[in-house]
């Protein structure tokens, strides 16, 4: 079997420091004003070895998105989803675990954030960004389903229109308690949406 030297994996650690670095400066500020000396100063790394990795500042934003915004994502809410025995119960689960994170309202969502920032700017990002978004539309749709199917969730149920709904609640509960800075509103929001879900139960 063949093994690797530390050395032969450093290159893929030094890129998950900048990746890193990276999607926290961005997330704070936004792509645009996102500081490369800043994420640097982070890293503790030289000009040249993020340019060995990420040629332009594009690249970079493209990759946060693929690599860190997409693995956040698919580990904390597409996993969960499609492996889930009890649809319904897992989406409730996720909600309320989103409840409990008031964190959100200071930065909001990361992924919201570069749709609105970047989709109109730019259509490589509009398509990274849409394809994630995509994602998480035909997992939650295919949970629905899957808990039709199962007799937990109402036969009525378009199960399509019903997951862009939830997710477009979703991003409006971070988005409205960042603007107002307001825990009880995100709460508030939250208890709704959950409430919605809860509606869909056979």
Same mark, same amino acid.
Do not use: W, Y
């Given at each position: 079997m063949r093994t690797h030297s530390p050395a032969a994996k450093q290159?893929?650690?030094?890129?998950?420091?900048?990746l890193a670095a990276a999607f926290d400066e961005i997330h704070r500020y936004g792509f645009q004003a996102a500081s490369l000396s800043s994420i640097l100063a982070h890293t503790g790394l030289t000009k040249g070895a993020l340019y060995h990795h990420f040629p332009a500042k594009q690249d970079l934003g493209?990759?946060?998105?693929? !690599?860190?915004?997409?693995?956040?994502?698919?580990?904390?809410?597409?996993?969960?989803?499609?492996e889930s025995k009890h649809p319904l119960k897992?989406? /409730?689960?996720?909600?309320?675990? /989103?409840?409990?994170?008031? !964190?959100?309202? !200071?930065?909001?969502?990361?992924?919201?954030?570069?749709m609105q !920032?970047?989709?109109p700017l730019d259509e490589q990002f509009r398509q990274r960004l849409n394809t994630l978004m995509q994602s998480w539309l035909d997992s939650l749709a295919d949970a629905?389903?899957?808990?039709?199917?199962?007799g937990q969730v109402r036969q009525d149920i378009n199960c399509a229109k019903a997951a862009l709904f939830i997710i477009s609640a979703l991003e409006g509960c971070v988005g409205i308690a960042k603007n107002m800075q307001s825990t009880k509103t995100y709460q508030q929001c939250f208890d709704q949406l959950i409430e919605y879900v809860s509606s869909l139960e056979a």
């Open positions: 290159p893929d650690a030094t890129r998950d420091r900048i493209l990759a946060v998105v693929d !690599e860190v915004i997409g693995r956040i994502f698919t580990d904390t809410i597409f996993t969960p989803l499609r897992t989406i /409730k689960d996720l909600l309320r675990h /989103k409840r409990a994170k008031p !964190e959100l309202i !200071e930065l909001g969502c990361p992924l919201s954030n570069l !920032e970047m989709s629905l389903r899957r808990g039709q199917k199962q």
